[in-house]
């Protein structure tokens, strides 16, 4: 029982790193907290449900779809929103994601109402078993799809042109301007990277799980829990931090009770914070 | 000078925003109605069931207009219903209530959804003796205090799984062990502590008895510690959102029980809609289902309220629909028996309220909340039938195992 | 020019005393209580600026405090029968002893971390207040009923939330021209610098984490009592720290005034909004916000102070000055 609560925990996790892989990259770039995360996972559900619905797109096709539909949405809020304010103190982009969260949400709300929706893939719950062990193929899905994309994420930072801009002005801004970057379209790129994977994380959410316009809140809880645990600055980090937090909830939830799940995510990470303030992967000074 | 110019600027636009604020609260109604307030979850994250009663309420409301009003001795009186949004949060309700009552100066109170909001609202109604009667918390929390000004349609939590459990024993081969999960509010807790006196008194052994997070979505831990324990039965108390996550998870990792209950959920046609084919044979419980047939107050009959619901609103109405109709029931009754809009004698005649309304027959315990019972419903072949007591279809036991269907 | 910022000030703040002393005896219970939560969040906002704007440390977690104090008062007088004048104090120091117990070790930590500690701190004592036997868990706490009118009851708990934002402000100003003030500004400005011209940092960090918690918890006290039952999820609603900081921003960070005029103007908004619009009054305040924050993100402390003209070009100019 403990193995499969254990492998329970780490595909969990999966699914919770590919939720802070996005915010992990726009904080670490751009310094701004994205209260918003939440919001556009959300948006990448209603994407894939929408599609699956009146389509039948198959989630796993309408992932590409979202990715570049959220990708569209994140570049465009940058470029033309955040982008105006970007210099300014922490609290103002805080603050302008914040706006920018509850109008998505109330947005949602009013076009859809709040009834609760759910992807009814025809596959949704199957399963396979090793030894006592149950894996379900989607959450198996999910996980790999997180790999693959922190893989890509990877790639596109260290061996293209656009993700050396975008290491090079998360380093230094003015130095980046000087050898000719243009900061305001690497910005814009970055967030709508960052957007994008919080679509794929939202396609994966609403196969798992029942979605409505208010459950982003929590999830932009969750993916702050892992991207601190993960440490700030590496690619890696959100996985490590992810699995990390996914096997600590189902361990914890396993001995004291699954009311403590919570409990046990924000004391880690308080408990991080203080004594590993980087994280467990992230680059000292 | 030029900074009086300022000066004046500010103190009018200060001037101006009061004078907003306060000019808003008149409300305008029309002479010779009855004015209900009712602070409900438009927004928020109670706004989907919010919205059944909602619906109910307005659809209430018109038939009562159109069926000629409520008599007050030989006078009729129009209803209207001043509705306001509650965002789902607790102070902003109790605040509304004290808008509805002090601003729009309302006859009579129509309760929140859910147990949390209830309660501070309630409190505001005592403040002003108004009463307001509630078809969204079952929490005896509600009444646990004898406020004299709150009444409620939702039977007690504690009694909720009794004939599920009742309706078990009549299985074959008889279940022996069951496992009990509950959401940790009230409600829910009231719920499964008083299934377990039952099922203990009944001879069921319950083998898990474990609690939830209200918001969680992850039921994969204690999804494993019941394949562990392999009961025949799984009930849960939970909420919609929860019901759903459980069926689908149950069915992610395998666990197959001989059955599985839940309290809200299966009722709905969210539910139902979500999980497609997975919803076949889960039980349900409810104070109310739509192929009972009652005599009403306000529309004719169960049957004749459902069909008209399902023409306006195009979904199937549930116990939280049914629950909102008998509020209003319960008021025209009232407010005709007392011959008055006295908001004391109103209330007292709600206290001695025994009618027959779409819902059932709504008869008041002392502390305000309704006598009543559940009955066990279970989907079959995508539509949600009474199974016991004396259903219109048989129960379905055991149900098949997941890789089997 | 700052001779006539600051007697704009003097003639605002003259106006907020007369129209505050004198909404309750010409309104309804409704505007009593509408106005009794606004200047709740005047000093969540007053005492999230003091370790927020002057200390410069991104509190994210201080609805804790809200929520400590209401507890505290709720356990103590539903529990313990203790009567409310003796809860009232016991919450404001019972946040302010949590505030130095947890600031020590979370104000080490700067900028965004010290933001998301404080979060998790408070989403911790969310969930352990959720499982906890003496607070009845998530099902919700009552609290004993006043014994007076109405009427009474509203302009009491009136008066009471604005004496906490009296005395908020009031000991702000008096820490603003003692060394504390000046120790708090050196450390927003530059820490290391400051601890390096003999300024205790740690005892002056935690001393103002202390007060901002200490009034908060009063402030959690009143609003537990008036509320008559209070929930965990609503007292330790991350929303409303997010909603203090925003007020704190709309009126101006690190101004004595600005967050009292925040919260004024934002929960004015948000009711007129509630008014005409049952479901989408949100998503237009969502829309207010964006561009409050794009088009005057010093808040409106900076507009009436007069510093410089207000018009198409001050806004303009706010987008000049921070964009890339």
Partial sequence: MLLQIIVNGILKGGLYALMALGMSLIWGVMDIINIAHGAFIMLGAYCTYWLFNLWGVDPFISLFLSIIFMFIIGYGIQRYL????????????????????????????????????????????????????????????????????????????????????????????????LVGVDVAKTYALTFGMGVGAAGAAGTLWAVLFPINPMMGGILTLKSFVVVIIGGLGTMFGPIIGGLTLGVAEALGSNWFGTTYENFISFTILVLVLIFLPKGILGKSE | MKSWGKWSKMILIFGLVFGLLISLNKGAFAKDVIKFGCAMSFTGKKSRTGKLYIDSLKLAAEAINKSGGIKVGNKSYNIEIKFYDDKSDPAESAKLIEKLVTEDKVNFLLGPYSSGITIPDSIVA???????????????????????????????????????????????????????????????????????????????????????????????????????????????AG?????????????????????????????????????????????????????????????KNTKEFVKIFKERYKYDPDYHNASAVAELAVFKSAIERAGTLDPQKVRDAIAKTKIETIYGPVEFNPNGQIKGSSVVLQIQGGQVYQVYPKGTKKPIYPMPKWKDR | MAQRGATTKKLILGILIIAGIAIPFFSGNFIIRFFTNTLMFAVLASAWN?????????????????????????????????????????????????????????????????????????????????????????????????????????????????????????????????????????IREDEEAANSLGVNATLFKVTSFALSGFFSGLAGSLYAFQQGFIKPESVFDVGVTVKMIVMAVFGGIGSLLGPLLGALSIEVISEILTNYFLVAHTLFFGAIVILAIVFTPKGIMDIISGRKKFGINYLLQNIRDHRV
């Fill in chain 2, 126 to 236: 005592q403040r002003y003796k108004i009463p307001m009667v509630e078809g969204g918390g079952a929490s005896g929390k509600i009444f646990s205090r004898h406020n004299p000004y709150i009444f409620g349609t939702l039977p007690a939590a504690g009694q909720y799984f009794r004939t599920t459990l009742e309706m078990l024993l009549g299985f074959k081969p008889k279940p022996k062990t069951i496992a009990l999960i509950y959401g940790d509010d009230k409600f829910d807790i009231s719920v499964a502590k008083g299934a377990k006196k039952i099922a203990e008194k009944l001879g069921l052994k319950v083998v898990l008895y474990e609690k939830i997070s209200e918001g969680s979505a992850d039921f994969n831990t204690i999804l494993t510690k019941v394949k562990a324990k392999a009961p025949d039965a799984l009930l849960m």
């Fill in chain 1, 82 to 177: 955040i982008n105006l304010v970007i210099r300014a103190t922490i609290f103002i982009t805080l603050i302008l994601a914040f706006g920018i969260e509850i109008f998505i949400n109330n947005l949602a709300l009013v076009m859809w109402t709040a009834d609760v929706r759910k992807v009814q893939v025809p596959y949704g719950a199957s399963n396979f078993s090793i030894g006592c062990v149950t894996i379900p193929y989607v959450r198996l899905g999910a996980f790999f799809i997180a790999l693959v994309i922190a893989l890509v994420f990877y790639f596109v930072l260290n061996k293209t042109r656009t993700g050396r801009s975008i290491r090079a002005t998360a380093q230094d801004l003015d130095a980046a301007r």
């Fill in chain 3, 50 to 186: 003091i370790i927020g704007g002057y200390t410069g440390y991104a509190s994210f977690g201080n609805v804790v405090f809200l929520g400590i104090g209401a507890y505290v008062s709720a356990v103590l007088m539903e529990k313990g029968g203790v009567p409310f004048w003796l809860a009232f104090p016991a919450s404001g120091f019972g946040a302010a002893i949590f505030a130095v117990l947890i600031g020590l070790p979370v104000l080490r930590l700067k900028g965004h971390y010290f933001a998301i500690a404080t979060l998790g701190v408070a989403e911790a004592m969310k969930a352990l207040v959720d499982n906890l036997e003496i607070t009845e868990g998530n099902s919700g706490i009552y609290l004993p009923m006043m014994n007076l009118s109405v009427k009474a009851q509203y302009i009491f708990f009136y008066f009471m939330m604005m004496g906490v934002l009296t005395l908020t402000l009031v000991v702000t100003y008096i820490m603003l021209k003692k060394k504390l003030g000046y120790g708090l500004i050196a």
């Fill in chain 2, 239 to 299: 909420h919609t959102e929860g019901g759903i996550n459980l069926v689908q998870q149950a069915k992610e990792l395998n666990v197959n029980v001989k059955m599985i209950s839940l309290t809200v959920g299966p009722s709905e046609a969210d539910f139902r809609k979500s999980l497609g084919k997975d919803a076949e044979y889960i039980f349900g419980v409810a104070s109310w289902s739509p192929q009972m047939n009652f005599k009403g107050i306000i529309f």
